[in-house]
């Protein structure tokens, strides 16, 4: 099983901050990582695809990188509404797993 | 738009048995492999099952092998998981979501708006 380790696990920021949050792999997973934002009582939703690749509707402070085991989620200019817990997950092999989440509190 | 709507959630006793539901609309649903994942109250996601475009693989989190069964009906448009032999660490919200593969590859979207299940006496 690929584990998916997320740092911090909790970060306090202050508007129009730069925030990035980490996901290493436990084994290379090439670019096969997707990262999601979750609000209080919401469901999950799509932010960037396969490490990097934006998605549509989603905005453009929101960007990835990285590859094989390291990869990071940047957010640039936080905004009161991005405070959510955000994952990582993994589509290379099975079982999926996913990061343990970083959840983010506005300040 | 794509949609997923679940249903069957509710409260049940240890060792019973449940049923969930998940209806999509909005996309050619026998393209897409399907997947159910659970966030225990105050906990993160984790990964439930997987099921192929056609039925004909199916995955499952070691947490649940042996207990769950996912299934879809293609003609109806909608997913299943057969829980039985539920257990207290059961308890969570359960979400479909649609993978954008064809089995387990890439990544989810949509999800549902999940439905909450708690296992209790």
């Known amino acids: 099983e690929i584990v998916l380790t997320q740092s911090p696990d909790f970060q306090s920021v202050t508007p129009k901050e730069k925030v990035t949050i980490t996901c290493r792999a436990s084994q290379s997973i090439g670019s096969s990582l997707h990262w999601y934002q979750q609000k209080p009582d919401q469901s999950p939703k799509l932010l960037i695809k396969y490490a990097s690749q934006s998605i549509s509707g989603v905005p453009s402070r929101f960007s990835g990188s990285g590859s094989g085991t390291d990869f990071t989620l940047t957010i640039n200019s936080l905004e009161a509404e991005d405070a959510a817990a955000y994952y990582c997950?993994?589509?290379?092999?099975?079982?999926?797993?996913f990061g343990q989440g970083t959840r983010l509190e506005i300040k | 738009q794509v949609q997923l709507v679940e249903s069957g959630g509710g409260v049940v006793q240890p060792g019973r048995s449940l049923r969930l539901s998940c209806a999509a609309s909005?996309?050619?649903?026998?393209?897409?492999?399907m997947h159910w994942v659970r966030q225990a109250p105050g906990k993160g996601l984790e990964w439930v099952a997987v099921?192929?475009?056609?039925?004909?693989?199916?995955d499952y989190a070691d947490s649940v092998k042996g207990r769950f069964t996912i299934s879809r009906d293609n003609s109806k448009n909608t997913l299943y998981l057969q829980m039985n032999s539920l257990r207290a660490e059961d308890t969570a919200v359960y979400y479909c979501?649609?993978?954008?593969?064809?089995?387990?590859?890439?990544?989810?979207?949509?999800w549902g708006q999940g439905t909450l299940v708690t296992v209790s006496s």
């Open positions: 997950h993994q589509s290379s092999s099975l079982p999926i797993t």
């Open positions: 979501a649609k993978g954008s593969g064809s089995y387990y590859g890439g990544w989810f979207d949509p």
């Open positions: 099921i192929s475009y056609d039925g004909s693989n199916k």
């Open positions: 909005g996309l050619t649903f026998s393209s897409y492999g």
